[in-house]
């Protein structure tokens, strides 16, 4: 039972808990039943695991952890990275909030059962608030990391001002393709600034989503993300 709180292990808890950048370390903290439960339902293995009143006092992991609420169990492990590859993905670029980074891995898990691939200006996949917001998916579909143009696939990007709907976009695609469909990367940039028009126009196919005339200028990012892979994932299976 560790009393001390110069233990090393809640040290390093500590410290990745609210870390502001990348840690070199390559390792990260997840907090809570749930979150553990979703680690060993993937088959990852921590390399600390404390629980609350069995393996340390509470007061003392309740000074580590990231919820107002307090802990019950953190464990912490070792970054996994997957490949930018699946017949379904989605590319983020420039994403910089932690919590829409993870709400997009949890979607993307959930919809099209693929990774994310994060480009330049993403937020780390790994702080507390993004792994927190993917609820375990970022243990069953690590993200991946590449530059947009090494991407391979067919590259469908959300843009707010494009002129065809991503409706009309997809069902281009699956018209084109016909049954020998080819992988897709969603493409979504940060919610103000979009996609750079370099970006736009290497993209084979372009689409907005529509809204009310008299509603918000845009989505949230995660939101947007999540609207096309439930149109993607649709209109590709009805073409099948």
């Not at 990852?44 to 609350?52: F, G, I, Q």
């Not at 006092?57 to 580590?64: I, K, M, S, T, Y």
């Not at 993905?89 to 994060?118: E, F, K, M, Q, S």
């Not at 067919?154 to 976009?169: N, Q, S, V």
Request: hydrophobic content about 40%; glycine content about 12%.
């Amino acid at each position: 039972m560790i009393t001390s709180r110069d233990n090393s292990q809640l040290k390093q808890i500590h410290k990745l808990q609210r870390k502001k950048e990348r840690d070199s370390s390559g390792l990260f903290a997840a907090e809570g039943e749930d979150l553990i439960a979703a680690a060993e339902a993937a088959g990852w293995t921590p390399e600390t695991l404390l629980r609350s009143g069995e393996d340390v006092e509470p007061e003392l992991l309740d000074r580590v952890s990231s919820l107002g609420s307090g802990a019950r169990v953190i464990g912490v492990y070792r970054q996994r990275w997957s490949e930018p590859v699946g017949d379904v993905c989605v590319y983020l670029h420039g994403v910089g909030d932690p919590g829409n980074v993870g709400t997009v891995i949890r979607a993307a898990h959930a919809l099209c059962d693929g990774p994310v691939i994060l480009g330049p200006g993403c937020a780390d996949p790994y702080g507390p608030k993004a792994v927190r917001a993917s609820m375990g998916s970022i243990f069953a579909r690590p993200p991946a990391r590449t530059a947009f143009t090494e991407l391979r696939g067919f590259k469908l990007a959300l843009d707010g001002g494009a002129e065809r709907t991503l409706g009309d976009a997809v069902s281009a695609l699956a018209a084109a393709s016909g049954p020998a469909q080819p992988s897709v990367v969603l493409c979504v940039g940060a919610e103000r600034s979009g996609l750079s028009e370099p970006l736009l126009d290497a993209a084979e196919a372009v689409g907005r989503i529509p809204i009310a005339a008299d509603g918000p200028d845009s989505l949230n990012v995660a939101m947007a993300a999540t609207v096309g892979l439930y149109e993607l994932r649709n209109r590709m299976a009805a073409n099948v």
